[in-house]
């Protein structure tokens, strides 16, 4: 008997469930094809749809919420963290800011020279004297301990050490002959084949040895030249170059005045002989 009345209960509950599933139309039925239970009962379910995106909408943006709430205390935790470590080293926020662009433009500077070759490094090294000079002075200031730069300055010295290295690789270099046997002038050596092919561009290796050139018309033998990478010779060396040909006419200029000076007292005393002789 218990069994009898509990099956009719579970008929009577599943009534409305048959019912439903019986007012329900097919999802690929058109809405104007709907009879008017089929359109409330595909409302209905429209209805419990958009209320389960609301509720899941609702609890998204209160998770949203919370979770800008634990960002700010993150970020306020951090501030005054780093407003601490500022103050062990007695530096300020805009001290901080402009110590990491000073360093972005060093950085941006390394990594422009690291796609030259090494020739070109060659022909650059005071650009690379200048960056470790700016690493230097960069890395004397207390800020340069905080971890957000600690470890990229290592490895920027670490870029710049290999820039130099590079730079040495690309190096040539001629040892002067004897005028004798060589005929070793600047001009002669910057004609050679495996230097220059081109005469004219002799000031390039007087300007990449002014430490032991100072005048371009003297060399020695057994000097150890460094010759620059080929290519256009730069401004300081048409500079060069233009002020070695300048002080090249003034002095022809001086010469000939005094080549004319001496012939007219040379003249002269001739003349005076001859008037001499005449009186005689």
Avoid: H
Wanted: glycine residues 4%; contains cysteine; proline residues 3%.
């Amino acid at each position: 008997m218990k069994t009898i009345y509990l099956a009719l209960i579970a008929m009577l509950l599943a009534a409305p469930v048959f019912a439903q599933d019986g007012d329900r139309a097919p999802d690929s039925m058109a809405d104007s094809l709907l009879t008017k239970k089929q359109a409330e009962t595909r409302i209905n379910e429209w209805r419990i749809k958009v209320k389960a995106l609301q509720d899941k909408a609702d609890a998204l943006s209160a998770e949203k919420t919370q979770n800008e709430q634990r960002l700010a205390q993150i970020r306020n935790d951090v501030k005054a963290c780093n407003d601490a470590i500022y103050a062990m080293i007695g530096a300020t926020d805009a001290d901080v800011n402009a110590f990491r662009e000073r360093v972005g433009r060093l950085e941006n500077r390394i990594r422009e020279m690291k796609n030259m070759s090494d020739e070109q490094l060659a022909d650059n090294i005071a650009q690379i004297d200048a960056l470790q000079t700016e690493m230097n002075e960069i890395r004397r200031n207390k800020i340069a301990v905080l971890p957000e730069f600690y470890n990229k300055l290592i490895s920027m010295q670490s870029d710049i050490n290999q820039l130099r290295e590079r730079a040495g690789r690309g190096k040539k270099y001629y040892t002067v002959g004897t005028w004798s046997k060589d005929r070793d002038c600047l001009w002669n050596i910057a004609e050679k084949n495996e230097i220059y092919a081109d005469a004219f561009m002799w000031p390039k290796i007087w300007q990449a040895n002014t430490d032991q050139i100072r005048n371009p018309d003297v060399i020695y033998p057994g000097q150890k030249l460094t010759i620059p990478p080929r290519g256009p010779k730069s401004d300081e060396e048409m500079r060069a170059e233009r002020l070695y040909f300048r002080k090249k006419k003034i002095a022809a200029a001086a010469a000939a005045r005094a080549r004319r000076a001496a012939a007219e007292r040379t003249q002269q005393v001739d003349q005076q002989d001859a008037g001499s002789g005449e009186k005689k």
